[in-house]
T-cell receptor, first 116, second 114 residues
């Protein structure tokens, strides 16, 4: 119920291509879905996030598509660049109130490599 | 985005000693802070959740006496690894969140116990 399943584990894309990473969840109480980018030896950085009342959100080259009925959401990176090579994590959380507010459940991560 | 500062970024300690890691939210007040552990090429594993002025809530399997968490103010939480052993070597990351904003992460601390 608490799991977030992420795929693929690794992804290789040519420069200028579109990178697509998918996540699926079970818990319908989740109401916040962020994506994080992590470079080796660094903490995750918040890229973009969406709430379930919106089906798509775009920020620059990054777009989240959200399908509430299918309980799936995905990250699209347009015009992928070598500098985008990193590990990407999807996550989900819900407002359980009290001490659990904002507790994130992470996907397994996707290692993205963008070739020049 | 909001800034979370974690210190130190790297620490090497001898087996049996204790190490303290600090996590500060620099430009917002964090009602909740989270501590994660991450093994190479793996996802983040939540260790504990801390709220200012109250005891931390530990995830199942995390030893509360080994990983002491103190959340003394709305901008500071500390994780102390007590009596560290080589198997405690890992990448530790804190996260801070406040209502109305997302969760932001520190830069992580690479702990090596020798």
């Amino acid at each position: 119920q608490q799991q977030v399943k992420q795929s693929p584990q690794s992804l290789i894309v040519q420069k200028g291509g579109i990178s697509i990473i998918n996540c699926a969840y079970e818990n319908t109480a989740f109401d916040y879905f962020p994506w994080y980018q992590q470079f080796p030896g660094k903490g995750p950085a918040l890229l973009i996030a969406i709430r379930p009342d919106v089906s798509e959100k775009k920020e620059g080259r990054f777009t989240i598509s959200f399908n509430k009925s299918a309980k799936q959401f995905s990250l699209h990176i347009m015009d992928s660049q070598p500098g985008d090579s990193a590990t990407y994590f999807c996550a989900a959380s819900y407002n359980a109130g009290g001490t659990s507010y904002g507790k994130l459940t992470f996907g397994q991560g996707t290692i993205l490599t963008v070739h020049p | 985005g909001a800034v979370v500062s974690q210190h130190p970024s790297r620490v090497i300690c001898k087996s049996g000693t204790s190490v303290k890691i600090e996590c500060r939210s620099l430009d917002f007040q964090a009602t909740t802070m989270f501590w994660y552990r991450q093994f190479p090429k793996q996802s983040l594993m939540l260790m504990a959740t801390s709220n200012e002025g109250s005891k931390a809530t530990y995830e199942q399997g995390v030893e509360k006496d080994k990983f002491l968490i103190n959340h003394a103010s709305l901008t500071l939480s500390t994780l102390t690894v007590t009596s560290a052993h080589p198997e405690d070597s890992s990448f530790y990351i804190c996260s801070a969140r406040s209502r109305g904003i997302g969760a932001f992460f520190g830069q992580g601390t690479r702990l090596t116990v020798v």
